[in-house]
């Protein structure tokens, strides 16, 4: 109970053995091994190399609510480090004023459906991000803030992609480690400094590979629709 909440490396109890009803280390009936990796001890007794290996992943006992906050408190505190200083720096490259003039145009001509530079119809990107960036000069008005909060934003949810998938992979603790790394990346926090919309397209690339891995792993198939 003194350990709640903090992260142990300890093996997890040894398996009951179908056959015999005793304690095993680690062993699975060959009925099992049908369904995953396994390979033979000297015995001849089936081994599952997928207990054997998961059996040393970092674990955590928290409750729902508390991985939760554990993320939300990491997500706001890297919003906030790349969001510093963000209306201090003028939009410089010429991607993110040509992306910020084609928002304000939007709202200029009342034309969301066809984005517009100069005049002339724009459809070398998707309109989403020109929709987002817009609705933030829209409530914020235009500013090199508003323009910047998008993919700030983007960079937070392509965290909190990366935790889903590594904790549907591992576990909650190396979700947290993945998202930590991750946000400690120099190109992590420069796309999400800069008007562009890179940090969008990894972060629905990582919520589709979350949404497969959940729907294999439980059988819905609606989650194969994400």
Known sequence: ????????????????SLNTGTQTSATVSSR??????????????????????????????DSPRTRALQVAFLLILVLSAIL???????????????????SKTMIDRGDYL???????????????????????FKVLGPSTFSARLVPALGAVLLLLATYLLAAALANHLVGLYSLIVLSTSVFMVGFGKFVRMDTYLVAFMT?????FLRGYQSGRRGWYVL
């Open 1 to 16: 109970a003194a350990g709640a909440g903090r992260s142990v490396f300890r093996p997890r109890p040894a398996a009951r």
């Open 32 to 61: 099992s091994c049908r369904d995953v990796p396994c390979v033979k001890q000297g015995d001849g007794s089936p081994v599952n190399t997928t207990t054997a290996e998961s059996a040393y992943l970092p674990t955590v006992a």
């Open 84 to 102: 510093a200083g963000s209306s201090s720096v003028a939009l410089t490259d010429p991607e993110e004023g040509r992306y910020a003039l084609v």
């Open 114 to 136: 066809v984005p517009h530079v100069y005049d002339q119809p724009y459809f070398n990107k998707p309109p989403l991000y020109f929709w987002l960036t817009a609705l933030s």
């Open 207 to 211: 919520f589709s590979l979350w949404a």
